[in-house]
C-alpha cells in the first residue's frame, strides 16, 4: 500500500519520527521540494510557504505524485490537509482513502464530492471559520466522516506550540487503524 504524506506549512523537517516510520511505503512531500527550512513562527512558516510553493503548486504537484505513484492513501496536515481534501474529489485510480488533519481551507472547497472514504479531523477552533458549521455542510456528502477534536490546531506537529503528546499517540493509533484496516 503506497501512502502519501501532505505536511503543513512548516514542511518535512518538521514531521515527527513516529509519522514518518509508520509504514515503510511512505512518499511524504512538502511545500519545500526537500530543502530543509526551519523557522522561527508560524507567520514567517506561511510567509515561506506562499513565496515558495503556494496552495496550487502544492496542489499541483500531489496531484502528479498520485497519478505516478499510484497512491493508495493520502493523509494531509492543515494546508497539505485541503490539498488531499480536494484529491479526494478526483477519480485517482488507487485512491482509496483520504485522511485530513485541520484542513483550514477547506472552506474555500466545500462544493466538492470526495469519491473515496474520506475522515477530517477538525481542531476545535478555527479563526477564519466555524467547525461546527462546516462539519454539518461537509456531513451531508458521501464518504465522509468528521470529527471536531478537542485540541487545537497543529497538535499533530510536535513544533507547534498546538501540539498535544496525548492527541498525537491517540490519532496516531487511529491513523493506523484507517490505513490498515482498508
Known sequence: MKILVLTDIFGKVYLSNELINFTSNLNILDPYEDEKLFFLDEQEAYESFIKKCGHEKY???????????????????????????????????????????????????????????????????????????????????????????????GFMNKKSKNYNNIAFENYLEKLKKMVFNI
Open 59 to 153: 496542489f499541483e504537484k500531489a496531484l502528479n505524485i498520485c497519478k505516478k505513484e499510484n497512491i493508495d492513501v493520502i493523509l494531509g496536515f492543515s494546508a497539505g490537509g485541503t490539498v488531499a481534501w480536494r484529491l479526494a474529489s478526483l477519480h485517482l485510480h488507487n485512491l482509496k482513502k483520504v485522511i485530513c488533519f485541520y484542513p483550514s481551507l477547506i472552506r474555500k472547497y466545500l462544493q466538492l464530492e470526495p469519491k473515496v472514504n474520506t475522515n477530517i479531523f477538525f481542531a476545535k477552533y478555527e479563526k477564519c471559520f466555524d467547525t461546527k458549521q462546516i462539519s454539518n455542510i461537509l456531513l451531508e456528502k458521501e464518504n465522509i466522516k468528521v470529527e471536531i477534536s478537542i485540541y487545537n490546531h
